[in-house]
Every structure is written in structure tokens, then in C-alpha cells.
């Protein structure tokens, strides 16, 4: 079964910049979905460092997996190269993107019980610009989100404001200085519901977490959509039929939509930083926002 956006969410969507759907997600699907990320995550049993499919956390050891992230679900399970066309999710996103859908980017975040780590205030707009700004997350709950297991929250209406600079000394780290932003995070709400929530969020929208301080995992399946006629500007990975096969609703164009938008792209690279790794990217930001103390103890303890 599917549903389409009421004209009313549509207008809500447009003003705030993001959705909270509950009934979207049939239970089957749900369980699926979990099913597959839990077959996914047995490999943490069997490494003791990070994969291209794993982000691991500092404390991980193949006796007690801590995994903070599967990272490009679409491109290691079957199941998920298929998923990332879920006619429910298809038939949602397809007014908001008329000219056509085309998957950028994938991932699970894990926000293990105690360890679940916090990310910062970020806009995704800052990691991927776009010729036009029609880009998008969905996201899953594969877990009850409450305030207590690290919901992300989000600033209402911010992705009609400026792209924040995401650099620290120099280099991109993926985050924001909360000083920068301070009267916006005033107006955060978190995202919560029940396992199955869908959310839909503007990849211009201010947003963050927290640790998971609960004894409850907050695992969140996010896959990232852009316009078929919204181009990067930052690289075209696998060249043009590379770029192509990403069309999951509708048809490739060679003509871009552009519209003005603000646009910083995320370079230089830190050195030492692991691709892919929102984690690793946020670890320099000096002026945190999420208070993580009782996760800076524990990496110091993993060290050591």
C-alpha cells in the first residue's frame, strides 16, 4: 500500500522544510527492512576495524560490535538497491520532484543504547550542492524515537536561510559553530514517532542529534534523493552513465535546472580524516553544541 502527500503537508513541507509521517511505513516493510540491516550488521562480529559498508565506533571489538553507521546500504545488499525504489517512498516524494528521482546518497545510523554518538548541527546542502536545490532525505525509524534515545532535531523553516560555513581551520569538517547559529537553534524541534515514522527533511535544513544516553537503540535508515534535473556541483562520481543508472522515478535529462540558491562546496579535505565518515569529518569542530562528555570517557578509555 501506498499514499501520496496531502496538499496541506505539501504546504507544510514548503513552509518548515520537513515532514513527520507515522502511517506511511507498513509494518511487512518494516520488518524487512530490519531484518536486513540486522543481516548487515553481523559482519561487525568478524572485523575489528571499519569496512566500506561499516563505520565502527572507537570502543568496537568483534566480541561487543558497536557500529555506528552502515554506509551506502543500496550498494551492499540487494535488498536495499531495490528499496531505495520503495513505490511507498515513490509515490511520497514524486510531487515534490516532478522532473524525476535520483538516489545521491545512503546510510543507517545505528545510535547504539549508550554509545549512540551525537552528530552536530549540519545542513547536507553544505556536502552536496546541487544546480537547484529540490534535494532531499527520507528517513526511517527502524526503532521508537523518543527524546531520551537521540532524536534528530530540526530548525523549522532554516532551509529558506543561508548555507552556513562547515569548515574548522581550514578545512571542511561537515559542522556548524553553534555560536553561528545560536538563535536558530532556539527554535529546534526533535523528530520522534514510533518504529516505521517516516520523515522527510530539506537538504537545506539545519539539523542534529544527540548521544544516545537511554538504554534503547535509535537506528534511523536515511536515503538522500535529488531532482533528476538538480546536478551536483561538488563531483559527478562514475561519469554520466554512472550518474544516469541513479535515476529511480523517471528519466535522465542533459538539461540542469539551475535556480539561486546559496552555495559553498566542501573542500579542502581534511588529510587524515576517513572518507565517508560524518563522524571522523565532525571530530575537529573545537565548539561543540552536544554535550558528549560521557562519550569523550569512553573513547579516552578505548584508547587507553
Same mark, same amino acid.
Given at each position: 500500500?501506498?499514499?501520496?502527500?496531502?496538499?496541506?503537508?505539501?504546504?507544510?513541507?514548503?513552509?518548515?522544510?520537513?515532514?513527520?509521517?507515522?502511517?506511511?511505513?507498513?509494518?511487512?516493510?518494516?520488518?524487512?527492512?530490519?531484518?536486513?540491516?540486522?543481516?548487515?550488521?553481523?559482519?561487525?562480529?568478524?572485523?575489528?576495524?571499519?569496512?566500506?559498508?561499516?563505520?565502527?565506533?572507537?570502543?568496537?571489538?568483534?566480541?561487543?560490535?558497536?557500529?555506528?553507521?552502515?554506509?551506502?546500504?543500496?550498494?551492499?545488499?540487494?535488498?536495499?538497491?531495490?528499496?531505495?525504489?520503495?513505490?511507498?517512498?515513490?509515490?511520497?516524494?514524486?510531487?515534490?520532484?516532478?522532473?524525476?528521482?535520483?538516489?545521491?546518497?545512503?546510510?543507517?545510523?545505528?545510535?547504539?543504547?549508550?554509545?549512540?554518538?551525537?552528530?552536530?548541527?549540519?545542513?547536507?546542502? *553544505?556536502?552536496?550542492?546541487?544546480?537547484?536545490?529540490?534535494?532531499? *532525505?527520507?528517513?526511517?525509524?527502524?526503532?521508537?524515537?523518543?527524546?531520551?534515545?537521540?532524536?534528530?532535531?530540526?530548525?523549522?523553516? +532554516?532551509?529558506?536561510?543561508?548555507?552556513?560555513?562547515?569548515?574548522?581551520?581550514?578545512?571542511?569538517?561537515?559542522?556548524?559553530?553553534?555560536?553561528?547559529?545560536?538563535?536558530?537553534?532556539?527554535?529546534?524541534?526533535?523528530?520522534?514517532?514510533?518504529?516505521?515514522?517516516?520523515?522527510?527533511?530539506?537538504?537545506?535544513?539545519?539539523?542534529?542529534?544527540?548521544?544516545?544516553?537511554?538504554?534503547?537503540?535509535?537506528?534511523?535508515?536515511?536515503?538522500?534523493?535529488?531532482?533528476?534535473?538538480?546536478?551536483?556541483?561538488?563531483?559527478?562520481?562514475?561519469?554520466?552513465?554512472?550518474?544516469?543508472?541513479?535515476?529511480?522515478?523517471?528519466?535522465?535529462?542533459?538539461?540542469?535546472?539551475?535556480?539561486?540558491?546559496?552555495?559553498?562546496?566542501?573542500?579542502?579535505?581534511?588529510? +587524515?580524516?576517513?572518507?565517508?565518515?560524518?563522524? +571522523?569529518?565532525?571530530?575537529?569542530?573545537?565548539?561543540?553544541?552536544?554535550?558528549?562528555?560521557?562519550?569523550?570517557?569512553?573513547?579516552?578509555?578505548?584508547?587507553?
Amino acid at each position: 500500500m501506498t499514499r501520496t502527500l496531502t496538499q496541506e503537508e505539501l504546504d507544510r513541507y514548503d513552509r518548515d522544510g520537513y515532514l513527520v509521517i507515522t502511517d506511511a511505513v507498513p509494518q511487512d516493510r518494516l520488518q524487512a527492512v530490519i531484518q536486513e540491516t540486522e543481516r548487515m550488521c553481523a559482519e561487525a562480529y568478524q572485523v575489528t576495524a571499519g569496512t566500506d559498508m561499516l563505520d565502527l565506533d572507537p570502543s568496537h571489538t568483534p566480541d561487543k560490535p558497536r557500529i555506528r553507521r552502515i554506509k551506502s546500504h543500496h550498494e551492499h545488499s540487494d535488498f536495499f538497491a531495490d528499496f531505495v525504489a520503495e513505490p511507498l517512498i515513490m509515490e511520497i516524494l514524486a510531487p515534490l520532484m516532478p522532473s524525476g528521482i535520483r538516489v545521491h546518497n545512503t546510510k543507517i545510523n545505528m545510535k547504539s543504547a549508550e554509545v549512540g554518538e551525537s552528530v552536530e548541527w549540519h545542513q547536507d546542502w *553544505a556536502f552536496y550542492p546541487h544546480t537547484n536545490d529540490d534535494v532531499l *532525505a527520507v528517513g526511517i525509524y527502524l526503532d521508537d524515537c523518543t527524546e531520551e534515545n537521540g532524536p534528530m532535531f530540526v530548525v523549522p523553516g +532554516s532551509h529558506k536561510g543561508p548555507t552556513y560555513d562547515h569548515h574548522e581551520h581550514g578545512y571542511f569538517c561537515g559542522a556548524i559553530d553553534p555560536d553561528a547559529i545560536k538563535d536558530e537553534i532556539a527554535k529546534a524541534v526533535p523528530l520522534m514517532g514510533p518504529a516505521g515514522t517516516l520523515t522527510i527533511h530539506h537538504a537545506r535544513l539545519l539539523h542534529g542529534s544527540a548521544f544516545n544516553r537511554s538504554g534503547r537503540s535509535r537506528r534511523f535508515l536515511l536515503q538522500a534523493y535529488a531532482a533528476a534535473d538538480a546536478w551536483p556541483l561538488a563531483d559527478l562520481k562514475g561519469g554520466l552513465d554512472g550518474f544516469n543508472e541513479k535515476i529511480v522515478h523517471g528519466e535522465p535529462t542533459l538539461t540542469p535546472r539551475v535556480v539561486p540558491a546559496p552555495i559553498r562546496i566542501p573542500l579542502p579535505l581534511r588529510p +587524515s580524516a576517513v572518507v565517508g565518515s560524518i563522524y +571522523s569529518n565532525q571530530s575537529i569542530l573545537e565548539n561543540r553544541f552536544f554535550d558528549d562528555v560521557v562519550e569523550q570517557e569512553r573513547k579516552q578509555a578505548a584508547e587507553t
